[in-house]
């Protein structure tokens, strides 16, 4: 069934979890269809967008060999109209005279593949601001390659990206057209760098204007890398931190099924390809937003002028707004391995008290005190942002985005509330693994019987951390925890381990028992009644 794009399909603008995953489940009528569009249309398609992008990659292959790297300026008049395909190696130091030209053939290229494809219709609301207007483009949501067609439509400006993109097959070529500003994610320098050429670059557009000079206005993804679009996450500071206006530019994607969100888990990217290849019609609406012209209190506080940026493009999607982060995409994963390393970090940059070397008796006096408070005891130490501020004793009106990295870093549920128990443990527990006599503590703070194992969310807070272990790493040891349960608890002790002194307790991969190996199929069987998912890349819910 397609979607008319006048009465598009609506998400409901609630709380929905993790922005870092995307699975596309159908109907089983919307499955029928797509295995008939695999054979009858999709092999089409891919033929006819093959050639499109073929023609498309020739030409930026020409253009970007002939033009020097180091030229910004833009190419007015007589330049745009003459062709010089043929460059010996001695004119490869001269600006390719029909760049300009060049460029916008590639970019409806690229537009008439996605036509191709089946993107019947880009809807577009509101209109473009002039460079000396808004010299900065703030397109969001970031979901996928398909953001090429919004991008492409509205008149190829220039991109800020990551520095990896240069080496990427095709698109590190397309990207050369538009004269691009690169940021090394690893690297403070090169972000520093970065921010200064965007700002010079500002700066000669603005100039450049009231000089009668056309220069293509800068597009910025703020988000920084791709979510599923159910909720906009922290922006970047770059595009607001150099004080000018910025138009926002909204990007919908009224479709039935999502299968545009190419994010952190969840489908393959080659999955995504095929189904929207299979899917009957397309459709993507681009909504220019009024010019946002900052305030002086914006001026002097880039996150506030981002803040407000943010708020406004999501009352226009309809999504709500959370503080997650492109950092964050690790911590929120189900198959990554999260880094204690950072944790200290963290801390350390907000003045938190941890140990590198564990601490059992550390740990016992701060659960004392912990659970001494009967508010936190009443929701079993789930607490939002704000409670976790109070109990680290930090100013209400401190919140640097140090802090909601922390906090974010024990929120893998994606609930918006984390366990102080959880942050108490790591908080604890050393760089070298868990000892015995921590691990059985821990698991005691958690368990409410001896007689009683405790959940498979909750054993997952007292070994991801501090093994570093993944969720899915996490849940695969509970159920050897589970198997061994009944033995260890006729021992009287936590301990899963200690019926067979030949297992390493330690951090990274375990060593497992031929038993315990045999004993999984039989766990397998328990999954209506024990909380385990086998799935593939599920998120882990509260029990």
Known sequence: MSVNPSTPFQRKAQWVGSPFENSVRMEPVDQVKVAVMSILIAPIRVILAFIVLAVAYFLAILTSASMDPNVEAPLTGWRRLVASFFVTSEEKSFIHKNFRMVRDMVANLIVLAHMVVGFCRVKVKGSRASAGEAPILVLAPHCSFFDALPFCWIGVPSVVGKKSLVKTPFVGRLLQLTVPIFVDRSSKDSRNLAMQKLKERAAKMINDSKR????????????????????????????????????????????????????????????????????????????????????????????????????????????????????????????????????????????????????????????????????????????????????????????????????????????????????????????????????????????????????????????????????????????????????????????????????????????????????????RQLGPILPLTFGRRRCVKAC
């Open 212 to 523: 009668g000079v056309e220069w293509p206005q800068i597009a910025i993804f703020p988000e920084g890398t791709c979510t599923n679009r159910t909720q906009l996450i922290s922006f970047k500071l770059g595009a607001f931190a150099m004080r000018l206006p910025v138009q926002p530019v909204c990007i919908k994607w009224p479709n039935k099924y999502d299968v545009i969100s190419w994010t952190w888990e969840g489908n393959s990217v080659f999955e995504l390809i095929w189904l929207a290849l299979c899917q009957p019609r397309l459709y993507v609406e681009i909504e220019f937003l009024p010019v946002y012209v900052p305030n002086e209190a914006e001026k002097d506080d880039a996150l506030l002028y981002a803040h407000n940026v943010r708020s406004i493009m999501a009352n226009c999607l309809r999504v709500p707004t959370s503080d997650y982060s492109y950092e964050d995409a690790p911590y929120l994963s189900y198959g990554c391995r999260p880094r204690l390393n950072v944790f200290h970090r963290l801390a350390e940059q907000l003045n938190l008290s941890t140990t590198s070397i564990e601490e059992l008796n550390q740990l016992k006096l701060k659960w004392t005190s912990l659970r001494s408070s009967d508010e936190l005891r009443r929701c079993e130490y789930a607490v939002s942002i704000d409670t976790f501020i109070s109990y680290l004793k930090l100013p209400s009106s401190r919140r640097p985005p140090e802090l909601f990295r922390l906090f974010n870093m024990f929120d893998w549920q994606c609930r918006r509330r984390i366990d102080l128990r959880e942050f108490l443990i790591v908080c604890c527990a050393g760089n070298d693994g868990m000892s015995k006599e921590f691990y059985t503590y821990c698991l005691s703070i958690f368990s409410r019987n001896e007689k009683e194992p405790i959940s498979e969310v909750d054993f997952v807070k007292i070994v991801r951390l501090p093994k570093q272990m993944s969720v899915a790493e996490a849940r695969m040891e509970y159920s050897s925890y589970i198997v061994s349960f009944p033995l260890q608890s006729s021992k009287g002790c936590f301990c899963y381990r200690c019926e067979d002194e030949s297992r390493v307790y330690a951090d990274g991969a375990i060593a497992t028992s031929n038993q315990q190996q045999q004993s999984l199929p039989f766990v």
